[in-house]
């Protein structure tokens, strides 16, 4: 499986930015899909998860009720709409899955990053 993010850019503050993340490869292995940032000088932290179905959304308490995380089962996507912006959420976002694959020859629980992409909230 292999990730690939896009829509990152400079957007003012209470602006709004909508992420996309292209899954490829064995898609169908995929369990479910997340979006983390790690902003400087931060730890890397969950922002929102989504099922592989896209029947259950967990969020970071910090972006509830402005970000909202969707997919698309048949392309394979998932994105995050990202409202009411601050520059609190200035970082690198990232796409991450879990998936099953096999591993000489045994299932095991794997998972891929994207390359990230970069959201910066002006003042």
């Known amino acids: 499986v292999q990730l690939v993010e896009s829509g990152g850019d400079l957007v003012e503050a209470g602006g709004s930015l909508r992420l996309s993340c292209a899954a490829s490869g064995s898609t169908f292995s995929i369990l479910d899909m997340a979006w983390y940032r790690q902003a400087p000088g931060k730890q890397r932290e969950v922002v929102a998860s989504?099922?592989?179905?896209?029947?259950?959304?967990t969020y970071a308490d910090s972006v509830k009720d402005r970000f909202t995380i969707s997919s698309d089962v048949p392309k394979s996507t998932i994105s995050l709409q990202m409202n009411s912006l601050t520059p609190e959420d200035t970082a690198v976002y990232y796409c991450h899955a879990e998936y099953l694959g096999v591993v000489d020859g045994r299932d095991r629980y794997l998972d891929v990053w994207g390359q990230g992409t970069l959201v910066t909230v002006s003042s």
């Open positions: 989504i099922t592989s179905a896209g029947d259950r959304t």
